[in-house]
């Protein structure tokens, strides 16, 4: 066990200011690790060179432009350290109006003793990431690391008691970019451009909001503008997106995205109050030449069929890494719990980084069950790969995002597929909430399909 270092925390009260003037008094208070209080945790990103697109038509110069008043490829973001007690605290990471809570189980803080250095890991098990560093003073450093990414290590720091995120600069803004903007990214070598819809709210130099895809949203942003030029960023242990951009002359922007240190592409966008995506219930579509039917195992090895299951069912195709996923599991947990569903069933089939056959991806469930609280069969459904998923689920027109959703009757018809997820970051989540809650109510008052209205034979 580590010897307890002091932390000096000033406390001043009126008595003694009278008493002693301007002076504080400093008590000192003993933490065994880190100082509580607040962060400011830097990824730094590099700087990969983008291959042309698959068109052949060269990346704009665009990409990799100077922003003076943030350093360049660095990805801010801002926690907390809260103490439980002498020797255990946690953490809450900041993304706009959304808490992250680090909890202390997930922290381990110690000694190396052959480095002679107080080290600190924290752990997204979910996700099956990691932050490992040392920590001094007030300053903590390490490396954030992906275990489902070969070599995938980013560089970390965090900074004791600076609460602002992109710059403390407060250089007055060109223009209030709150509103809705159409985007359009660029893709990069294995994708064509894409649309999108940004979501913005600025108060002065703050400034947070989303992006909307068509395979979903981009969940709590936060960042500032200054001057001509704004910023964004998200990191939750999962993601860790940057959006860069220029608010030009004419009022457009353009800048970059990137995503850790493995996706960068440009971006556009127009001021845009009717902007609109395709509808997420027209992306994909169910076949009629092959039957809705599956059979996968659950993390135990044990196989459930679709036949297996009785009554309206909620489908739900999803991976144990995608932060949508967890939004929409979130969703689907709260809902269960405050209305009346009868005999609803939810089923999740998930598609794993590591793949069916991978003692990970058994493991990536089982930690998704215990975290997220989850009581409905998770069953490994396959890879990742989008193209796997759809070989997994022929009766799909595609898969072309997680999380997809398929709201199932009595007699195994499907009524609706729902593609994507537009979550509480967006706009769109009370509208999806109610079509959500109309196409359950509709399900639990469908009667089985058969002679007599009995079950329909197969």
């Known amino acids: 066990m580590p010897a307890l270092r ?14 002693l003037g301007t002076a504080c008094v400093f008590v000192q208070q003993r933490y065994q690790f880190l100082p509580p209080g607040p ?19 060269p990346i704009p110069e665009k990409v990799g432009l100077e922003f003076d008043d943030v350093t360049q490829g660095q990805l801010p973001f801002t926690f907390d350290v809260v103490y439980d007690s002498d020797t255990a605290f946690h953490l809450v990471i900041h993304n706009g109006e959304e808490d992250i809570l680090v909890p202390a189980k997930d922290i381990t803080a110690g000694r190396d003793q052959q480095a002679g250095r107080d080290t600190l890991r924290v752990d997204f098990p979910v996700y099956d990431t990691h932050i490992s560093a040392y920590h001094e003073e007030n300053v903590i450093e390490g490396v954030w690391v992906v275990h489902y990414r070969d070599n995938y290590v980013i560089p970390f720091k965090a900074y004791f008691g ?24 660029a893709g990069d070598a294995t994708e ?6 940004a979501e913005f709210q ?4 703050h400034l947070t909001g989303t992006f909307r895809t068509e395979t979903g949203d981009y969940r709590y942003l936060e960042g500032t503008v200054q001057g001509h030029k704004l910023y964004l960023s998200v990191f939750d242990g999962s993601h860790a997106f940057l959006f860069e951009a220029l608010i030009k002359d004419d009022g457009s922007l353009t800048g970059t995205f990137r995503s850790g240190r493995h996706y960068i592409t440009d971006w556009t966008a127009t001021r845009d109050d009717t902007a609109e995506l395709t509808d997420p219930d027209a ?10 039917a599956f059979a996968f195992p659950t993390a135990e090895g044990d196989t459930v069929r679709l036949s297996d299951i009785k009554g309206p069912k909620l489908i739900q195709l999803f991976g144990t890494w995608c932060p949508n996923c967890r939004d929409e599991t979130n969703f689907l947990q709260e809902y269960l719990a405050t209305h009346d569903t009868q005999d609803l069933k939810v089923i999740a089939l998930a598609f794993e980084r590591y793949g069916a056959d991978d003692d990970r991806s058994r493991a990536a469930i089982r930690r998704y069950r215990e975290n997220q609280g989850v009581d409905w069969p998770i069953l490994l459904a396959g890879s990742n790969d989008k193209n796997e ?7 799909l027109s595609e898969v072309i995002s997680y999380p997809t959703m398929l709201f199932v009757d009595r007699d195994n018809q499907v009524r609706r597929i729902h593609t994507g997820f537009n979550g509480p970051a967006t706009s769109k989540y009370g509208e999806f909430v109610e079509s959500f809650d109309r196409s359950v109510r509709e399900l639990l008052s469908s009667a089985p399909v058969g002679p007599a209205g009995g079950a329909k034979s197969r």
Do not use: H
């Open 6 to 19: 002091p932390f000096l925390a000033p406390a001043c009260s009126a008595l003694l200011l009278v008493l």
């Open 389 to 395: 998923a759809g070989r997994a689920l022929p009766m």
């Open 39 to 57: 962060y400011r945790g830097v990824l730094e990103l590099e700087y990969n060179p983008i291959v042309p697109n698959p068109k052949g038509a």
């Open 162 to 185: 600076k609460g602002f995120r992109f710059t403390p600069l407060q250089k007055e803004p060109a223009a209030d970019v709150s509103g809705s903007w159409a985007v359009t990214f």
């Open 283 to 292: 992306l994909t579509r169910l076949r009629d030449d092959v039957p809705l």
């Open 192 to 197: 064509d451009p894409y649309p999108g819809v």
């Open 202 to 205: 600025q108060d002065g130099n």
